[in-house]
């Protein structure tokens, strides 16, 4: 029922791009993107709700594809600030569900 | 204060302890939540909250028993837990239907049941 993230990690170097993928086994009404920096609580990035839209937050980005049940956050130009663990959570088409991804941790480095 | 805040912060407690978990949203949401985060496990919602009524509760054992006085407050009372609830438990709120509005989350509260 929970979405599965890849990769589980990934380590950048300053301005390198990454993408994160996110893939759910059920139809999906919304797809959100939260970063949780260690010791920290998660913090909301975006939501993409069904419709195929793609947005965009400064450099970071997501694209939600609603036939295959997966969305993509591309991560641009990547800074220090970036480092975290990125959680996608999805909301199913029924039901008052809310499932959060297994995390890909991710870390850029100078 | 602002945003949402989680009392205790840390909390220790043996097996037979009775203790609660505090949280309070200053955000005006109608929708509130309890989370587990486990080491090397995904966010586990728990409970759903909307307009004080709990709208979900996700099998979770009857030694964890949530209370909504109203939109701002949510507890956790815990009784009778095991070491593997040991865990960081994040509340968080929200506008009606998580489908499509952002959580916002509190700091959580880091248990150790001994």
């Known amino acids: 029922q929970q979405p599965v993230q890849s990769p589980q990690a990934v380590i950048l170097r300053e301005g390198e791009d990454a993408v994160i993928n996110c893939s759910s086994s059920?139809?999906?009404?919304?797809v959100h993107w939260y970063r949780q920096k260690h010791g920290e609580a998660p913090v909301f990035l975006m939501i993409?709700?069904?419709?195929?839209e793609q947005k965009g937050h400064e450099k970071i980005s997501a694209s939600f594809n609603e036939k295959k049940q997966q969305s993509s956050l591309y991560l641009t130009a990547s800074q220090l600030s970036y480092s975290g663990t990125y959680f996608c959570?999805?909301?199913?088409?029924?039901?008052?569900?809310?499932?959060f991804g297994t995390g890909t941790s991710l870390t850029v480095i100078p | 204060e602002t945003g949402v805040t989680q009392t205790p912060r840390h909390l220790v407690m043996g097996m037979t302890n009775k203790k609660s978990l505090k949280c309070e949203q200053h955000?005006?949401?109608?929708?509130m939540y309890w989370y587990k985060q486990s080491a090397k496990k995904p966010l586990e919602l728990m409970f759903v909250?909307?307009?004080?009524?709990?709208?979900e509760n996700n099998s979770v054992p009857s030694r964890f028993s949530p209370e909504c006085p109203n939109s701002s407050h949510l507890f956790l009372h815990l009784h009778t837990l095991q070491p593997e609830d040991s865990a960081l438990y994040l509340c968080?709120?929200?506008?009606?239907?998580?489908?499509?509005?952002?959580?916002?989350f509190g700091p959580g509260t880091r248990l150790t049941v001994l």
């Open positions: 955000l005006g949401h109608n929708a």
């Open positions: 059920k139809a999906l009404y919304s």
């Open positions: 968080a709120s929200s506008g009606i239907g998580f489908s499509y509005n952002e959580q916002f």
């Open positions: 993409l709700l069904k419709g195929g």
């Open positions: 909250y909307s307009l004080e009524e709990r709208v």
């Open positions: 959570g999805t909301a199913p088409n029924t039901g008052n569900q809310f499932y």
